[in-house]
């Protein structure tokens, strides 16, 4: 593989040029800059808002369009409205000259202050200088910030408020603008039609640090990637959740991980409590007749079903033929009710109804405590377990205390709960020198807060184990992709991936002429500031934001086409109804039984 030379393709180059020509977005377009979008699937201005609404305001029309308002809603008791709508812009290189005035119109009726900030970043996203005025007025006004751009990449515009609780809190905003001088520069064309700028794009890939990859590859895939030696955890990041060929190529890379570098824990952004039962199965603890119960666990969840049951069954025949067994976890919290009932099921199929009854009722109850102090006095289980299975299983409950705990105080941090239990589950499932992978979203893997004052699973991972976390991105740069309709869960359907801007890391990739390569963050150019990000529940939204790739992630795996999910339930909403009422039925009917 060494000896291969690969290079640009001269047409596929051209093709890309011709393609960025032909596009025609202004930047108020491209940002959204008089809230124009302001609806359900995009929700690209929301970073954070608590006992507030975010909507247009049909009653107040201003220059032909609706203004948004945000207002006061009483979600929690007595709490305070708080937001903080946060959008960073790369800056186009049509943009010439220095200092901009940026300035947002806007009123409002509140008693606190309402602050509009502007952040110059670099290619990195390091703050290269910041700006925060009040903008408070009753009525409408346009308030300004002027800053000093030749150096920066990308602003971040934020507009937050920190409110009371009182039910007569409104904003209103119209737009934002950019003016050089008095002349407003939000109308003009965001993309270039220079050859050199998209060329530019394209060289910030170094051909002599690409790894090509192949498909089908199962054991010997990483070996010119040294970067896994010395590391503990290996994080693999999906862009989207959506893709089955970017999947593929996670469990591919898993496999490798387990078959040539000592991964003896793979864990899934998945409920912890619904993968107690598949790590017995990956184990041989329970019959491979129980992969239908499996199989209908995951299709209740956002992923192409029979996709993982085959990586679970090649798991299972792994641990059949190792002496060194290789564990699987969830690492996500589970709605109370399903936890209970994912629990129940673990322990009727593992002990059976007769020698389970003690547990079976204390988890109707939820008396997670005791099931921890019980279990380390049950001989049986244990004996039935093995130490390593039953030490993985004693770290689920400990999160599950703590979880409960937090559902029953607050609003529990999703990523802090992840965090919590990956550390759990490798204090207590692995040993020395071996090592864990975790398939996750970008979203939750990525080294770096998602906007200020967030806090990333990722970001958790990297200040706990250093240099010993490894965090990867797949990235997809054509094709096909899965995701829901608008709201969660409701409704799946097919998305086609529109042309990467030139900017983007997909368009490098795609000019490389290589269908399939990893590529180390460290040694990416400057004029690359983006890669794709595919939330679930965001179809509208603009999928390249701003990114500091070499700080946001270790290093990218580039897959030219991507295929949508294929084995998935239409309406994952509809199915999880019934799924779950139909389990809740059957630990009733045995709730019933052990009572008599």
Not at 305 to 315: A, C, Y
């Amino acid at each position: 593989m060494k000896n291969r030379i690969y290079c640009l393709i001269p047409a596929l180059t051209i093709l890309f040029f011709t393609s960025v020509s032909a596009l025609s977005q202004t930047i108020g377009e491209k940002y959204d800059l008089n809230f124009n979008d302001v609806v359900p699937c995009n929700h690209s201005w929301i970073s954070s808002k608590f006992n507030c609404i975010f909507f247009k305001d049909e009653t107040t029309i201003i220059q032909g369009k609706p203004a948004v308002k945000l207002s006061y809603k009483n979600f929690d008791q007595g709490n305070t409205m708080r937001f903080n709508l946060s959008k960073t812009l790369i800056l186009p290189v049509t943009l010439t000259g220095e200092t901009y005035d940026i300035s947002i119109v806007s009123k409002d009726d509140v008693s606190q202050d309402v602050w509009f900030k502007v952040t110059a970043l670099d290619q990195d996203a390091i703050e290269k200088r910041s700006c925060a005025i009040k903008i408070n007025s009753k009525s409408w006004k346009e308030n300004s910030v002027k800053m000093t751009l030749s150096d920066a990449k990308a602003i971040r515009i934020s507009i937050y408020y920190n409110g009371n609780n009182s039910d007569s809190q409104d904003i209103w905003i119209d737009r934002i603008l950019i003016k050089a001088g008095k002349k407003d520069i939000t109308g003009a064309n965001y993309f270039s039609d220079k050859p050199k700028d998209s060329l530019r794009t394209i060289k910030s890939l170094d051909k002599k640090y690409i790894v090509p990859l192949a498909t089908g590859n199962d054991s010997s895939l990483l070996s010119e990637i040294k970067a896994f030696d010395g590391k503990q955890l290996i994080g693999l990041a999906e862009s989207t959740h959506g893709s089955n060929t970017s999947k593929e190529a996670n469990y591919q890379f898993i496999k490798n991980l387990i078959i040539s570098n000592h991964c003896r824990l793979v864990l899934l952004e998945m409920s912890t409590a619904a993968t107690l039962s598949w790590n017995l199965y990956v184990q041989g603890k329970i019959s491979k007749e129980y992969e239908k119960s499996i199989e209908d666990d995951i299709r209740a969840c956002f992923i192409d079903h029979k996709l993982l049951m085959d990586f679970l069954s090649w798991l299972r025949s792994y641990n059949i033929r190792s002496n060194n067994k290789v564990y699987i976890s969830g690492i996500d919290n589970s709605d109370p009710e399903e936890k209970k009932l994912y629990l129940f099921n673990f322990y009727l199929t593992l002990l059976g109804k007769d020698k389970a009854v003690w547990y079976l009722k204390n988890t109707i109850e939820k008396n997670y405590g005791p099931l921890i102090t019980h279990s380390y006095f049950d001989k049986t289980l244990q004996y039935i377990m093995g130490k390593e299975n039953f030490d993985c299983y004693i770290s689920f409950l400990n999160n599950a205390v703590i979880s409960h705990k937090s559902e029953l105080s607050s609003s529990p941090n999703r990523d802090i709960i992840m965090f919590k239990s990956v550390k759990g589950l490798m204090d207590n499932c692995l040993k020395k020198d071996d090592k864990a992978a975790i398939l996750a979203h970008s979203g939750h893997l990525q080294n770096l807060e998602r906007f200020p004052g967030d806090t990333t699973l990722g970001l958790c991972l990297r200040e706990y184990y250093k240099e010993k976390y490894f965090s990867i991105s797949f990235q997809i740069g054509t094709g096909t992709f899965s995701q829901d309709e608008c709201a969660m869960d409701v409704k799946t359907v097919t998305d086609t991936l529109k042309k990467p801007p030139f900017y983007s890391f997909e368009y490098a990739g795609l000019n490389t002429g290589i269908p399939y390569f990893y590529y180390p963050a460290n040694y990416l150019g400057n004029d690359i500031l983006t890669c794709g990000f595919i939330p679930r529940g965001g179809r509208y939204e603009d999928l390249y934001k701003f990114s500091p790739l070499r700080r946001q992630f270790d290093a990218y795996v580039f897959i030219k086409e991507s295929k949508a999910m294929e084995k998935i339930e239409p309406s994952l909403l509809i199915y999880g109804m019934h799924y779950f009422y139909s389990k809740k039925m059957a630990m009733d009917s045995v709730a019933r039984e052990i009572d008599n």
